[in-house]
């Protein structure tokens, strides 16, 4: 007869008792305790062992018989089923540790303790249209047909999005395009592992800049790609190691020739020209990663590689969250349709359908001007950021660290000098209230560069002067 | 010297007219039509000879010079640079068909036509706590910390999130776990390609349901893997032939043991308790998709496999999105931590960050109970919605088709007689403004099952009849 010290159940838990008493009977099945063919305890018998309501016995029953675990056998009661296969006893040690077993163990959020934080270059959210952007996606919610037709959804993303944004794109950068180009994805990062995946076969060769950016090149060895480092100096990637690999016939190029990931370089034009001639004469495709475009303070950006004649070769990739908001993620792949196609189907594997509200409700912010002017006036505020913030660094910082005033982007490639080991001053930043990158994340090939991204965009003059401040104290001090 | 007639200019469009200047200039050093050392037509000629400002013109070559694309050479004015690689004189022939040379055809929304819709199985939209969610949404948004952190949120997901929706599997299911076996993404879909991709060597063998669900045997073939189907009867998969297949060692295990995809089967307890003695057995690892877990209609749900012991080889996953409404994504994977840690790693390779927002606002909907409330409110009403649906499709379309009640989920798997070819009636159905599917979508293997899942969750009293009459008058006049 069944031990009913077996069964716990606990009245002020949240599954009622009956749900209690019939998981425990089950477990005690699975678990051998209960063999095929055991009579259970009566409801009475149950009842007043447990000291429960005979009611919640039969419901626990009711459930159990249900689910054809137990059945009822004329004269003897509750009998657990004879048709299930007999498995051995099994122990009752768990494979997880004794202290897991307890439900769950909650975790505590690791941010909230900081007060200031030098991020990757992101912009500020403090001045993005989120108003306008929740309501536009509570009207595209109501509007009932974005929310009924999803299942049949263009898995290349919003039509109406696709429309705008495609404009937008030939009109800023000069690309020939139409929307069955363009794939919209969760981010610039989906847009390049999609690229990557309908390229790459195991084995394949992929060149990518050093340093480069490490969650592209990590994306490449994912999907079994051999990796070629190709420097990258003051005038971006070197173009003429480039054209010598071009003899051994590699598959794939990813290059960042705007702002340079994570060095800020941007590719020069005489290196431009010459990479664009050797993509039409091997023919050899290329992933142009270009998340910062809309940055670029000095004069008007350098058109992208991809409003060139490339023949089909270059994967253009760029980002909407770069002008909006870290959570707010949008990337998107330009590339010839039949391209779109073949990446459109891996796309839908990994994500079946993209934020369709979210994309209608941007789409609207393109079409009335919104994103336009929210893009001029970011530009204007950045660039004020960038003077303030690399003018800060020089005057405070500068016997400690070297950079270069970037051109664009939102953010400073700053380099320590060798006494000064990055780890130790992210590990004293931390406990000053300031999280910053140890700097490991830039240098996955353990080059000691000793280097981080300084975002400067989402900083106001207070912050800016606060984070410098407390790296200086940490500075001198070491 | 430069015809003029190759630079377009239209001062309607919307790049200002010096940028339009500079782009068109530096297409024709691009193409080889202005070669290095050439020399511009001067100011005044380019302004005459294109009826602009002489302003504009000087705008454009600061621009181009600041780009290093021409130079001022004394007493020559500007000039093309020569240190850009000599480039072959292009065709004017692009690849892109003449068509696509103008700006942006705009594609056409295909869905605005119709009025109904039949879908795979979602909730209803309608009754969905959607004004509460853009509320909180909006409130993590001015929450600095979600939204400032970002860059170093944990890959897993929102810490709030996995802490109590791993309270609620605990409950709800039975699983022991805690928040750091818990994966957050875009869908259950991202989850089964993480999941796969972080087990699957291209030649694993992979065992997955015929019928079954084809964007999952999708994922494994696009990984390399090979497919063994294993057949699905009206008690679920075959397992008598998933054991015959340890034999061979496989890698991977597919199954969907709630509401199988598309069939609605669930696994009988029988071979559900044998299944769970093979894992332990052999310890091949099981992907088990429970994406309609909360909706069962007859009694409580089974408890998923990963509820009982299988040291740490089921991977669970689930969906929220079928709590909600289909456009508000969120799947999750629940494994090992060190399972999990590995598939977050892949995770972020696809998809940097979730929507911090979004699941911030979920976890407060889970925590203040609306979400329960909204479970349950759900559960009653798409089981009276089930009820009706089959009630009226018994009743009207009885002698065209073949199909058992579901006892949970969203969907009712009907086949059509062999007559009436689905096809035809999916083309005949958009002509009287109602979307379906045409099968194919769930019939991959070519089987002739002439069946599509209808979801009735989604449709009110007075769509369904609508759907039901005009799917009669189809079938009659066929």
Not at 5 to 12: A, E, H, W, Y
Not at 220 to 227: P, S, T
């Amino acid at each position: 007869m069944l031990d009913v010290m077996l069964l716990q159940i606990d009245r002020s838990a949240s599954p009622a008792v009956y749900e209690q008493l019939a998981n425990g009977l089950i477990k005690l099945i699975r678990n051998g305790v209960l063999k095929p063919g055991t009579k259970l305890p009566s409801i009475r018998q149950m009842a007043a062992a447990l000291d429960i309501h005979p009611r919640t016995v039969v419901a626990a029953y009711e459930e159990m018989s249900a689910q054809d675990w137990i059945y009822s056998k004329p004269r003897s009661g509750m009998v657990v089923s004879e048709n299930l296969p007999d498995l051995k006893p099994r122990t009752f040690r768990s494979t997880l540790p004794a202290v897991l077993q307890k439900p769950a163990a909650k975790e505590q959020d690791p941010h909230r303790k900081y007060k200031y934080v030098i991020n990757d270059g992101f912009p500020d959210h403090r001045i993005a249209p989120v108003e306008q952007l929740l309501k536009l996606q509570r009207q595209a919610f109501y509007d009932d047909d974005a929310e009924r037709y999803s299942m049949y959804t263009d898995v290349r993303g919003s039509v109406r999005l696709r429309n705008v944004l495609s404009g937008h794109l030939s009109n800023s950068r000069g690309i020939v395009m139409t929307p069955d180009m363009l794939l919209l994805t969760r981010g610039a990062q989906m847009a390049i592992y999609v690229a990557a995946a309908a390229l790459i076969k195991p084995g394949d060769e992929v060149l990518v800049g050093d340093p480069g950016y490490r969650l592209a090149t990590a994306v490449f060895e994912q999907l079994g790609a051999r990796i070629t480092y190709i420097p990258v100096d003051t005038e971006g990637i070197d173009v003429d190691l480039i054209e010598k690999a071009c003899r051994r016939k590699f598959r794939l190029l990813y290059i960042v020739p705007h702002h340079h990931h994570p060095t800020t370089v941007t590719l020069s034009a005489a290196r431009r020209m010459k990479l664009l001639s050797l993509i039409r004469k091997y023919k050899f495709y290329t992933i142009e990663d270009d998340y910062d475009y809309e940055f670029h303070y000095t004069h008007r950006p350098i058109l992208p590689l991809a409003s060139a004649e490339h023949e089909g070769h270059v994967l253009y990739i760029g980002s909407i969250t770069k002008n909006l908001a870290a959570s707010m993620r949008l990337g998107y792949l330009v590339a010839g349709d039949a391209f779109i196609h073949r990446a459109a189907a891996i796309k839908k594997l990994m994500d079946l359908r993209g934020d369709l509200l979210f994309e209608e409700a941007l789409a609207a912010m393109f079409e009335d001007g919104t994103m336009h002017r929210h893009i001029r006036k970011s530009l204007k505020l950045y660039q004020e950021r960038r003077d303030l913030f690399c003018a800060l660094l020089e005057r405070e910082l500068g016997e400690y660290i070297s950079f270069k005033v970037p051109d664009g982007g939102m953010a400073v490639w700053v380099q320590f000098t060798r006494k000064v080991k990055l780890s130790v001053i992210a590990e004293k930043a931390a406990a000053a209230g300031l999280k910053m990158s140890d700097g490991s994340s830039y240098d996955a090939a353990g080059k000691q560069l000793n280097g981080l991204r300084m975002g400067f965009a989402a900083m106001n003059e207070r912050e800016m002067k606060k984070v410098v401040a407390i790296l200086r104290k940490i500075l001198e001090s070491s």
